[in-house]
């Protein structure tokens, strides 16, 4: 079965620009989360989405934001661009029930904001 | 969610046991260990996860301490492929948000 696809995978913006990027889940997922990625900071969770609704934020500015589809497709928008959101922007997508189960994450989108 | 404390760096020989250590002492008793692991730049590819027996898959093993305080995670019969960060995490349930990764072992495999 495919795997999780994300778009663009690379992406250059200038500071104050927005960007959307796009996750696609396995087909039959239903929680799609998302993840930031620098070298400094490491993974950092920044929201789950699950059946549409998000289940879980991490602790990021109110310039990071998320929506699901009813497809379970997920974008996540970042506006007013720093330089500090250069990053790799991953998203992991699994079953999402109550049962523990494996996440399958993506290749990620490189965002170089100049 | 637990905290998880790992060492910065390991090297093994090729063909030989990997043998990854990681620290939960606060896991609390319905959250379950996780592994995963990401070679340069890709995504993290999951491993192996477990609640309190040993578990094993076709890539590797899990050991954790009878008070899952800590686990080790075994790869049988490294390879240079096998070369990556490996990441232990905890976390409770379905969800797969909100995992924290922290800094990871960086495994070497030398031929």
């Known amino acids: 079965k495919a795997g999780v696809t994300q778009t663009p995978r690379y992406l250059i913006k200038t500071r104050g620009q927005q960007v959307t990027l796009s996750c696609s889940p396995i087909?039959?997922?239903?929680?799609v989360s998302w993840y930031q990625q620098t070298p400094g900071q490491g993974l950092q969770f920044l929201f789950e989405?699950?059946?549409?609704?998000?289940?879980n934020k991490g602790n990021f500015p109110g310039r990071f934001s998320g929506r699901q589809f009813s497809n379970s497709r997920s974008e996540m928008n970042v506006s007013t661009l720093e330089l500090g959101d250069s990053a790799l922007y991953l998203c992991?997508?699994?079953?999402?029930?109550?049962?523990?189960?494996?996440?399958?994450f993506g290749p990620g989108t490189r965002l170089t904001v100049t | 969610d637990a905290k998880t404390t790992q060492p910065t760096s390991m090297d093994c020989a090729e063909g030989r046991a990997a043998n990854l250590p990681c620290n939960h002492s606060t896991i609390s008793g319905n959250e379950y260990v996780y592994w995963y692991r990401q070679i340069h730049s890709q995504g993290p590819q999951y491993i192996i996860h477990g609640l309190k027996n040993n578990e094993t898959n076709e890539m590797a093993s899990l050991i954790i301490t009878e008070d899952r305080k800590s686990s080790t995670l075994i790869l049988p019969h490294a390879t240079l492929r096998d070369t990556a960060v490996y990441y232990c995490?905890?976390?409770?349930?379905?969800?797969?948000?909100?995992?924290?990764f922290g800094k990871g072992t960086k495994l070497s495999v030398k031929p």
């Open positions: 087909s039959g997922h239903r929680s």
């Open positions: 992991a997508s699994s079953l999402g029930g109550t049962e523990p189960t494996r996440g399958y």
């Open positions: 995490t905890c976390r409770g349930g379905g969800s797969q948000g909100n995992l924290i």
């Open positions: 989405y699950f059946s549409e609704t998000q289940r």
